[in-house]
């Protein structure tokens, strides 16, 4: 008999470039063996290339995003409910038993700007049934979060563009 | 005008889950804004979940394994003999000016295994044309391969269910 698998919680973190990738290759992959996914976006807009790309697997990934477009300068009110109405959204997804993996993309930037404290995200993590498997990306990942992880990778700069005054292009960051 | 937008060296390294994740959530945000996209996969059989889900990308994604199934314990003729083949195709998809983005997976772990020298991946490399995006993959990355490289992450294993004797899962690992 083939008993239930375990789901763990991942979390990628640190300052180099990969995370939001990594999570989206775990998407990929996971529908490539017929699992559903849910990606909730946090602190961005859905106007990425990810989107169009992932708008071909309607059937098996689906993909929220709870920010605004544009580089948040300041948080604002709307930030802070687009962010706490994700929260719950991705609660509901998580919940739902619809999905064997749940990506909280960028939730670790959300609790760094304060747009929901650490209990917040860490109940969310918490109530994740055995089987799914949760991926959490973001830098600065809290410290209790990085507790309760069966597995945390940091992605670590050791030589990054940006440094040589280049912004982000279109499919290859965003 | 529109200058020709340049394309960069990335290597994606360390002993962290997300490597190869990372690139694969690179090639479908490029698929995504529409780019041609080669990939090339060192040490690996043509099994893995992420084949079933880019088949949706045929259009797009041209994906290429070098390797055999299982994992490789012991170097043999043959395993060398698919490596080097692989480099040379892959750079023949390099010079064919046909994709955006070019994805060499686990290439360094294949130098790491003497499967070819590091000199043959830097001949590779070096040969890109300017607009062309290469990934490079995998741990073990040569010290000549960073110091040529725009961008390098280092992957950094911090916690790993591996540890736990937890071994891949399909949709999940592979």
Redesign the interface.
Known sequence: MKSI?RG?I?V?T?D???????????A????????NVFIGQFLKAKT???????S??KDLITIKAYGRKGLLKEVSPIDIKLARDGLEDSKRAILSNKY??VILDEASVAVHLNLFPIEALLEVVLIKPPPL?LVITGRYAHRRL?EI?????????????YK?G?TG????E?
């Open positions: 698998e763990y991942q990628y640190g180099g470039k990969g995370k939001t990738t990594a999570a989206l290759g775990l990929l992959r996971a529908a490539g063996a017929g699992f990425s290339s990810e989107y169009k790309a992932l071909r697997f064997k993996l498997e990085i992880a069966d597995l945390v990778t940091e992605m670590k700069e050791i030589k990054h563009y040589k280049i292009r279109r499919g290859i965003y």
